[in-house]
């Protein structure tokens, strides 16, 4: 049987944790940290120094220029870019412009109902950064209320809530109260 070398498994020598890059404000060594939105560089001096720097950059690539469209705030044309959450339309001058096209429901659109939670803010309708759509309060961060599903300005009969949720399934449409304590259905018809 042969003996293992436990001097090759040094923690503190970890490969991908030595970065042999200095830092730009004090000239210290960066090494590599974890937080919770994942692994950055930051500078060993830290707390006299607090330089961070990300590890994957997300600069949004150019991919076509869109000669026939100007953008509304500056005029000049506008671009289709890849960014860290996927695609969009933005102003080919940007840092100096920072116009992004975003998609506008139309005005005959249905209007979601009012907050049942605040009752001062309006329901709408958000995308995550993956696209699924979410519904929540305007009135964020005062108010967190959220739902997974489209709510419906129907009074739930069972406990009063102010809205349901629309919920598609197999069978139809079906209306359920989105409070836990309660979960009451009703199929639509």
């Not at 200095?22 to 937080?35: A, D, F, H, Q, T």
């Not at 100007?70 to 860290?84: Q, T």
Request: proline fraction near 8%.
């Amino acid at each position: 049987m042969s003996k293992i070398d436990h001097s090759l498994f040094s923690a503190d020598k970890h490969a991908l944790e030595k970065e042999y890059e200095v830092c730009p404000k004090c000239g210290s060594e960066l090494v590599m940290r974890n937080s919770k939105s994942g692994p950055f560089l930051g500078c060993a001096s830290y707390p006299k120094c607090d330089y961070i720097r990300p590890l994957a950059h997300h600069d949004s690539q150019q991919i076509k220029v869109l000669e026939d469209s100007a953008c509304p705030e500056c005029g000049k044309p506008l671009v289709i870019k890849n960014g860290r959450y996927g695609m969009f339309i933005g102003c080919t001058s940007y840092p100096e412009c920072h116009y992004i096209a975003h998609d506008e429901e139309p005005d005959d659109a249905p209007q979601l109902p009012a907050c049942p939670k605040c009752k001062k803010g309006q329901l709408v309708a958000r995308s995550n950064k993956f696209g699924k759509t979410f519904y929540s309060c305007d009135g964020y961060p005062r108010c967190k209320y959220t739902l997974n599903h489209k709510p419906v300005a129907t009074e739930c009969p069972a406990c009063q809530w102010p809205i349901m949720t629309e919920k598609k399934t197999a069978s139809g449409v079906v209306l359920q109260c989105p409070q836990k304590s309660c979960m009451h259905k009703l199929v639509e018809s």
